[in-house]
């Protein structure tokens, strides 16, 4: 997470699911991260909002995403996602085939997010996450970052094994 940090500059967080939210576990800061970060370590955050717990999401098996369904279909459509049951498994399942979701301004103004879960063998673990600016004017390129990103949760991955 240091060396992700450092060659980004992005903050990178490490969240787990806890009671049906999203909590970080450990983060790095990066030089260019945003003023104001939400997913404080420890503070229990939004299962639908946001890059971190998206990744979660995504990743959860259905007869869960079933159970969280029906007991949050209010969160869920406020948060922007499809309430109905087969919009919603559609998009988690194109999430799971990019690997890397992203989110832009979803839970503090002014960030960029991309999140990539975190598994030991099929086991979900939790999510790694990294945080920018949304620098409008120079913006970041996207595919090296999910790329990094990416290639850091397996390197995580690979030493869980």
């Given at each position: 997470m240091?060396?992700?940090s450092?060659t980004?500059?992005?903050?990178v967080?490490l969240?787990r699911l806890?009671d049906?939210?999203?909590l970080c576990?450990?983060?790095?800061?990066?030089?260019k991260?945003?003023?104001?970060?939400?997913y404080?370590?420890?503070?229990?955050m939004?299962?639908?909002?946001g890059?971190?717990?998206?990744?979660?999401?995504a990743s959860?098996?259905?007869?869960?995403?079933?159970?969280?369904r029906?007991?949050?279909c209010n969160?869920?459509?406020?948060a922007?996602?499809?309430a109905?049951e087969?919009?919603l498994?559609s998009?988690?399942?194109r999430w799971?085939q990019?690997?890397?979701?992203s989110a832009?301004e979803?839970?503090?103004?002014?960030?960029m997010?991309?999140?990539?879960?975190?598994?030991s063998?099929s086991?979900l673990?939790?999510?790694?996450?990294?945080?920018l600016?949304?620098?409008?004017d120079a913006p970041?390129?996207?595919?090296?970052?999910?790329?990094?990103?990416?290639?850091?949760?397996?390197?995580?991955e690979?030493?869980?094994?």
């Amino acid at each position: 997470m240091c060396e992700l940090s450092n060659t980004t500059g992005a903050t990178v967080l490490l969240c787990r699911l806890h009671d049906w939210n999203v909590l970080c576990t450990h983060e790095e800061k990066g030089i260019k991260e945003p003023r104001h970060i939400s997913y404080e370590r420890g503070r229990a955050m939004s299962l639908f909002r946001g890059a971190s717990s998206r990744a979660i999401l995504a990743s959860l098996d259905i007869p869960v995403v079933q159970q969280i369904r029906m007991r949050a279909c209010n969160e869920i459509h406020q948060a922007g996602l499809p309430a109905d049951e087969d919009a919603l498994f559609s998009l988690l399942a194109r999430w799971r085939q990019q690997r890397v979701v992203s989110a832009c301004e979803e839970v503090d103004k002014g960030v960029m997010a991309w999140g990539v879960a975190i598994k030991s063998r099929s086991q979900l673990l939790g999510s790694l996450s990294l945080l920018l600016r949304n620098d409008r004017d120079a913006p970041p390129p996207a595919s090296d970052l999910a790329r990094r990103l990416s290639g850091t949760a397996l390197r995580i991955e690979a030493r869980l094994e």
